[in-house]
Each structure stands twice: as structure tokens, then as C-alpha cells.
């Protein structure tokens, strides 16, 4: 009978330590894997951090080739009809728009809408001034009733997409 107690004797401090040793490996493999963790965080952000400035700023440069007034300034000559004109217009709007859509993936959705918002007003502004000129007329005519219309709102289309790329980038990166 002396057995057991002898046997237990050995076996609850052999437990113990084994218990311990359990918890010291756990305890290194679970600091190994969070420094893992922060390695790859960091190698990613390294990586990734350059892809979204660079969106950032293809939003910014799409914002402001879309601005109707270097819109107008890059096309201008382009169409001699009104209508010829709105629809060169539309179509590089489009085309831009095209170009960047892909940027969306490094931007928030909040931005990304804001942008697809100042794209609209540039739009809705230009039919609206288009539906305002005769479709004969000379581009000039359309040309300066654009001008008009964003003269009148006192404020870009874009403005809004560009400070809500601006403030997400300075938020973000600075």
C-alpha cells in the first residue's frame, strides 16, 4: 500500500512541471505566431500603402480632368456642334472613368461615392446645360452655358469628391 502514495508523490510534482512546460511552449508558439502576425501586417502595409496613395492620387488627377473647366479647356475645338460637344464630353468622362474604376478597391466606400457623386453633378450639369442649347449651335454656345451653370452653384462638381479624397488620404496616411 505504500505503493501509491510513493507513485503519487512522483507523479503530482512530475504533473506540475509538465503542466508548466505545457503552458512556457504555449506561451512562446502564441508570441511567435502574434510576431508573425505584426511581420506580415507590416510587410503588407509596406506593400500595400504605395497602391493606395497612388489610387488616391488617380482619383485626385480623375477629379480634376473632369472639373468642367479643364474639361472644357482640353476639349475645346474638338466639336463644332453643341451636340457634337456634349457628347465628346460625356464620352471623356466616361473614358476616365473607365480608366480609374479599378482605384475603388484601395478606398473606402464612403470616397469611392463621393467620387461617382462629383462624376454625376459633372454630368447632370453638362445635359442640364446641353437641354439648355440648341443641338446646332456652335460648341461655343454649350461651352459657355456650362460655364454659366457652375458660375451660378458658385462651387466645383468635383469639389466635394476632391476634399473627401483629400481629408480619407490625410486621415489615413498623415
Not at 506540475?16 to 504555449?26: A, E, I, P, R, S
Request: proline share 5%.
Amino acid at each position: 500500500m505504500d505503493f501509491i502514495p510513493d507513485l503519487l508523490k512522483l507523479l503530482i510534482p512530475a504533473g506540475l512541471v509538465l503542466y508548466g512546460m505545457y503552458l512556457t511552449v504555449k506561451l512562446m508558439l502564441e508570441r511567435e505566431a502574434d510576431k508573425q502576425r505584426v511581420d506580415l501586417k507590416n510587410r503588407y502595409a509596406s506593400e500595400v500603402t504605395p497602391l493606395r496613395l497612388q489610387a488616391y492620387e488617380r482619383m485626385a488627377l480623375f477629379l480634376e480632368r473632369i472639373t468642367p473647366a479643364n474639361l472644357l479647356l482640353r476639349l475645346n475645338g474638338q466639336a463644332p456642334l453643341a451636340l457634337d460637344f456634349q457628347q465628346l464630353l460625356l464620352q471623356e468622362i466616361r473614358e476616365e472613368y473607365n480608366h480609374n474604376v479599378s482605384q475603388q478597391i484601395y478606398m473606402s466606400q464612403a470616397v469611392w461615392e463621393s467620387v461617382q457623386n462629383a462624376m454625376n453633378e459633372v454630368v447632370l450639369l453638362i445635359n442640364e446645360a446641353a437641354g439648355e442649347t440648341a443641338p446646332d449651335a456652335p460648341a461655343l454656345d454649350l461651352s459657355k452655358k456650362i460655364f454659366d451653370k457652375v458660375i451660378q452653384k458658385n462651387v466645383q462638381p468635383t469639389a466635394s469628391g476632391l476634399k473627401a479624397v483629400k481629408d480619407e488620404v490625410q486621415g489615413i496616411f498623415l
